[in-house]
């Protein structure tokens, strides 16, 4: 399974806000960190619906940078974030690392490095 390109379109279409695609890459059974509010969202709905709750507030843009192997077969990627409000102002801009795990050719978690 090519990991680096499925991650590759999952970034371009979060940020083209084509949520269904987005979940199409997701295992059913999805743990995602919840990095606007905190803790972890579970499955389709629970990702869809802090998906749309962030969206309503604020205006995250993230690229990946680089990708690497982990031993335990993740995929780090190495992100530049930008985040503005909806207005167009600058709340943050950071790199940092997203941590993917796989089942079945899906997204099975992803953990926030800082």
Known sequence: MDYQSLLRQLYQDFNARH???VL???H????????????YVAGHEE????WL?????????????SFSVR??????VRVHQIINDLEGQLLSDSELNHVYS????K???MVIEH
């Open 19 to 21: 949520i269904d695609a």
């Open 24 to 26: 199409a890459h997701l």
């Open 28 to 39: 059913t059974d999805v743990a995602w960190p919840n990095g606007w509010e905190g803790g």
């Open 47 to 50: 990702v869809r619906a802090y």
């Open 53 to 65: 709750r962030q969206w309503q507030q604020i205006n995250p843009t993230v690229e990946p940078l």
């Open 71 to 76: 031993p335990a077969g993740q995929i780090a």
């Open 102 to 105: 796989f089942e079945h050719g």
């Open 107 to 109: 997204v099975r978690t």
